[in-house]
């Protein structure tokens, strides 16, 4: 996978223009037959709940819609397109951003912000910001929830922390407390970082342009029902804990889907702050697990 027209016409004896019309006409027929069956994205507060308890057993992180991150990914640029995608990595890319369940499958998906931008505002450009935004998610209310915390996506530290956006505290001057948080999260946002690692490691398409949403469908089509298929990023390898070696196995096979640059901090709301602030007091107290000070010990 991730081959050239070229190299492909000696292996299936078919020319590369007829590859150039039967391989997009495949994608698009993919799309038409299996989106709506395997992009699945919760639109009521049972719904959601559903998600959340999903990512409680998995990851203990209650109340947790989905990890949400954001990648670069790499493309040959249209002509006559200068530098309007060249990113600070130095070569050519799309922005991806990403909504990933407990269970690795994508759920929401936003692909086509060019590269150059990688401040971290380009989630505020999508559908699902508007949404967060103008509370048409239908999320769950507070009362409703465990602890009537919140309910809330756990996102990189590039993200702004918000009311529904949980992002990690700064590394700088961390208390005990705030590197269980810290830990916690990072826990529950991995399944985000392996999901992309096993993308890239069944679909190897990114150097190619290629009809990205086919791609997904396909990885969760596999995820539900062949996950064995093909090799994936190991699952059970927390970097916090496995240090060094941890880190490069949950890297394994990322590829062309890269993290985007930490951005500017932008200041959060006292709300916002006063959630996340919640989140810990449950973490340390009766939503305390026993592995958390594993990850969380400096």
């Known amino acids: 996978m991730g081959r050239s027209l070229q190299d492909l016409k000696f292996t299936t004896g078919i020319s590369p223009q007829a590859l150039g019309l039967i391989i997009p006409e495949t994608c698009s027929a ?6 709506k069956d395997y992009i699945w994205f919760p639109f009521n507060p049972q719904q959601w709940q559903d998600v959340a308890a999903q990512f409680h057993h998995q990851w203990d992180f209650p ?37 990933v369940s407990a269970t690795y499958e994508f759920l929401f998906l936003d692909v086509g912000k060019n590269g150059r931008n990688s401040d971290g505002g380009d989630i505020m450009q999508t559908e699902f910001y508007k949404w967060l935004l103008n509370g048409t998610l239908n999320l769950p209310p507070a009362k409703e929830n465990v602890e009537s915390l919140s309910f809330v996506f756990v996102a990189h530290e590039a993200f702004a922390l918000g009311e529904h956006l949980m992002k990690p505290f700064t590394m700088r001057t961390l208390t ?27 679909f190897r398409l990114f150097l190619t342009p290629i009809n990205l949403l086919c791609c997904f469908i396909l990885y969760n089509f596999l995820q ?21 070696a941890g880190e490069a196995a949950a890297q394994l096979s990322v590829g062309m889907v890269m993290a985007l640059e930490t951005g500017r901090a932008r200041l959060p709301s006292q709300n916002a702050r006063d959630i996340r602030q919640k989140y810990l007091d449950y973490f340390v ?11 969380a010990d400096p």
Request: glycine share 8%.
């Open 30 to 35: 993919i799309i038409q037959v299996l989106q």
């Open 63 to 99: 109340n947790c819609g989905d990890a949400i991150d954001r990648k670069h990914v790499r493309i040959i640029p249209p002509p006559n397109s200068g530098s309007y995608y060249f990113n600070y990595k130095g070569f050519c890319s799309i922005v991806l951003i990403a909504l």
């Open 176 to 202: 005990p407390e705030q590197r269980i948080f810290n830990y916690r999260l990072s826990h529950a946002r991995r399944v985000v970082e392996n999901a992309c690692g096993n993308l890239s490691s069944w």
């Open 224 to 244: 539900r029902n062949a996950s064995s298929y093909l090799a994936s990023v190991p699952t059970d390898v927390d970097p916090a804990v496995a240090g060094p």
């Open 285 to 295: 107290g009766r939503g305390a697990v026993s592995w958390q000070q594993i990850g």
